[in-house]
């Protein structure tokens, strides 16, 4: 495996999906391996040759049916965690096209969650739950 295979092995993505001032969080499929029944922001790993925001554009269509543009892609300040050697880059989408549909094979349920009940939230997975500081941080700043 090259190098830039391994780099690319390690990046990940993350998507805040955020309508009318509430968070979409989504509950991992109970057939999942990894953190079943768990709640998380949808995203994945960067194919090879394949930017992060081609990579959120496909894993929000596989996992939810939307369609999101380019344009509607933000990143913001400290959007970078590690997590056990991988790096995840966080972006926050205001907007997209299509109603969400769950891919039962990743999700089974979705809560919508204000500022302060996310700060709460406690079943969802870490690292994503390491995140959460910044966006409420960047949510906060980008509605003043």
């Given amino acids: 495996m090259t190098t830039e295979e391994e780099m690319h092995k ?4 993350l998507a805040v999906l955020i309508k009318k001032n ?43 049916s939307i369609n999101v543009s380019l344009s509607n892609i933000h990143a913001f300040n400290n959007n970078i965690i590690e997590h056990d050697g991988e790096m995840i880059n966080i972006y926050v989408i205001k907007d997209w096209e299509n ?3 769950l ?8 809560l919508e969650l204000t500022l302060d009940e996310l700060k709460e ?11 959460i500081p910044n966006i409420i941080k960047f949510l906060n700043i980008d509605n003043s």
Wanted: charged share 30%; net charge positive.
């Fill in 121 to 131: 939230f406690r079943e969802i997975i870490s690292p994503h739950k390491d995140s």
């Fill in 22 to 64: 509430k968070v979409f969080i989504f509950r991992r499929s109970a057939l999942l391996e990894s953190s079943p029944n768990m709640y998380e922001f949808p995203g994945g790993k960067v194919n090879l040759g394949e930017t992060q925001y081609e990579a959120i554009q496909r894993h929000l269509f596989d996992k939810l």
């Fill in 103 to 110: 891919n039962d094979k990743f999700h089974n349920k979705f």
């Fill in 99 to 101: 109603l969400i549909i």
């Fill in 10 to 13: 390690k990046n990940n993505v």
